[in-house]
């Protein structure tokens, strides 16, 4: 096996240590660079253990991606921003400043060291999407003002500036669009819809549904999201943007119900709160592309990926 330095910016997230992980366990050096303002050395334990053992080509930089920094690389995953909408209104401006300034410095990276580099963006680039489901081709339907146009606007920028390194540097580049992911060493604090049900459930807490519950997400387990990334980034031909997220379709109050179903013993209750602005009403990616391009297709269905949420959650109480 040919063994690469690989950056992951952002490797102590939710994706990003999971991700770290599968690269080390395939034989690459991995270096996880993250300020961990959502992210966290929990997540990255059993790698920096096996790596002070010098049983794993691993190590962590401490480093806002905002600031410049050089490094030797060979491909960068770059995944640094705060993604729940909690995390990322939290400081608004900084978010705009990691999809800006922290995109241009790990771009600078690459086109120093010329090495590949992979952007994580995001399905909230399609706003309120129009059409459904959304395909790469689809603009989008984005409040610039909005109070998640940081994050929607900070991402669209970060995809530009990807292009335009490309256009007039001819850096090699991937670009990935996330869609709603979940599983294992999600933060059980970060507001996000599954790991607010599980944990409101497991501790028999009032279910809280924004809004009427009829607005959609497509859920994809980690370990198929972390297989997507890593296909996109070794495809030669295909550079994105392409979806990645699993197609399976299902509203939030529909979710609540699963989630109670496969918990069984609470004594939760659903409640109604109100919907946030821009909530986006419906999500579900098109990921014919991520079929035929990258011959990916998510493997884990919503039950047994919820199960092994639900068990991990259970696991760290
Ligand atoms: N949501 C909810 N209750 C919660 C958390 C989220 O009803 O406790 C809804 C939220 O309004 C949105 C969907 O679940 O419609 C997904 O929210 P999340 O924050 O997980 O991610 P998003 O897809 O909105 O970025």
Not at 55 to 62: C, P, V, Y
Not at 172 to 177: E, G, K
Not at 244 to 261: F, S, V
């Amino acid at each position: 096996m040919n063994q690469k330095r690989i950056l992951v910016t952002g490797g102590t997230g939710f994706i990003g240590s999971h991700l770290c992980k599968k690269l080390i366990d395939m034989g690459h050096y991995v270096i996880c660079l993250d300020n961990n303002f959502t992210g966290s050395l929990k997540n990255i334990n059993e790698l920096i253990i096996d790596s002070n053992k010098g049983k794993s080509n691993f190590e962590f930089i401490r480093h806002d991606i905002t600031q410049p920094i050089l490094l030797e690389v060979d491909e960068i995953y770059h995944l640094a921003c705060p993604a729940s909408p909690k995390a990322y209104q939290y400081n608004s401006i900084k978010t705009i400043k990691t999809n800006i300034l922290g995109t241009l410095n790990s771009l600078g990276i690459a086109k120093r060291t010329k090495a590949k580099i992979l952007l994580t963006s995001t399905s909230e680039i399609y706003g309120d999407p129009l059409i459904s489901p959304q395909n790469e081709e689809y603009w989008g339907n984005v409040n610039p003002i909005g109070v998640r146009s940081c994050y929607d606007e900070g991402k669209r920028v970060a995809e530009t500036l990807m292009i335009e390194y490309k256009r007039n540097h001819n850096v090699d580049i991937r670009i990935a669009r996330i869609f709603n992911t979940y599983g294992p060493k999600m933060n059980r604090d970060d507001g996000r819809v599954v790991s607010n049900f599980i944990n409101q459930i497991l501790d028999n807490k009032d279910i809280t549904i924004y809004g009427d519950g009829s607005q959609t997400r497509s859920f994809c387990y980690i370990n198929d999201m972390v297989e997507g990334l890593i296909k996109l980034m070794d495809s030669e031909k295909y550079i994105g943007p392409i979806n990645l997220g699993n197609p399976h379709e299902i509203t939030i109050k529909n979710l609540a119900n699963k989630i109670k179903d496969l918990i069984i013993e609470s004594s939760s209750k659903i409640t109604y709160q109100d919907l946030p602005q821009d909530d986006p009403t419906k999500r579900k990616p098109d990921i014919d592309k991520a079929i035929r391009n990258l011959r990916w297709n998510p493997l884990i269905d919503l039950e047994e990926g919820l199960n092994s949420t639900i068990n991990y959650f259970k696991m760290i109480r």
